[in-house]
Nanobody, 127 residues
Framework: QVQLVESGGGLVQAGASLRLSCEAS????????MGWFRQAPGKEREFVAA????????YYADSVKGRFTINRDNAKNMVYLQMNSLKPEDTAVYYC????????????????????WGQGTQVTVSS
């Protein structure tokens, strides 16, 4: 049974930091590129960040570039999203996704290409 479990969300003030974690089980983690997406009320799910299987390639949405950092620990089956300088517009439910990749360098920014999803964790940034 595949499970992606996110944690680390919460309510913070603008300018603060949070680190989201996602633990994967039931998959061979090293075969999956990983991504973070978010969905605000009334909006579609949008791409935030992705990391390749090896961890050597990262890609970010323009809205978070320079503020967010994605990392993974293949030994622990974990992927992280460090979020700094948070803004009210970052408020959303954040989802972790796993995307099977046959190579070690590609990342995916389209949510429909992902194979598995977590249940999401709420991030609320007050002004």
């Amino acid at each position: 049974q595949v499970q992606l479990v996110e944690s680390g969300g919460g309510l913070v003030q603008a300018g603060a930091s949070l680190r989201l974690s996602c633990e994967a089980s039931g998959i061979l983690f090293i075969l999956y590129a990983m991504g973070w997406f978010r969905q605000a009320p009334g909006k579609e799910r949008e791409f935030v960040a992705a990391i390749s299987r090896s961890g050597g390639n990262r890609y970010y949405a323009d809205s978070v570039k320079g503020r967010f950092t994605i990392n993974r620990d293949n030994a622990k089956n974990m992927v992280y999203l460090q979020m700094n300088s948070l803004k009210p517009e970052d408020t959303a439910v954040y989802y972790c996704g796993a995307d099977f990749r046959s190579n070690t360098v590609e990342v995916e920014t389209t949510s429909t290409e992902y194979d598995y999803w977590g249940q999401g964790t709420q991030v609320t940034v007050s002004s």
